[in-house]
């Protein structure tokens, strides 16, 4: 069996579309539980932006960076499953 790589052109729409989509995902913010507070987090971060004592505290930050970078916020539950997705977009 012959492998065929094709080649993409990187400036067709829907590619642009995809790799802009991709980019705006990295940025999508998550609010998660962590030893007893909540903490906010960028997707392809290691370390949370900032650390809250309540749930509603952490959920109020990240609204307003989401709101602000036109990207989906993630709320977790105590189990850490997603219970909740807000998607923004830049105004």
């Known amino acids: 069996m012959k492998r065929i790589l094709l080649k993409t052109n990187q400036n067709h729409p ?44 952490a959920i109020s930050h990240a609204t307003i960076i989401a709101q602000n970078q036109g990207t989906a916020l993630f709320v977790h539950g105590e189990d850490g499953r997603i219970r909740e997705r807000v998607d923004f977009q830049c105004s």
């Open 14 to 57: 829907q590619i642009k579309a995809y790799k802009q989509a991709v980019e705006k995902g990295k940025k999508n913010q998550h609010v998660l539980p962590k030893a007893g507070s909540w903490i906010v987090k960028r997707a392809d971060s290691l370390k949370a932006t900032r650390v809250f004592d309540t749930q509603r505290q």
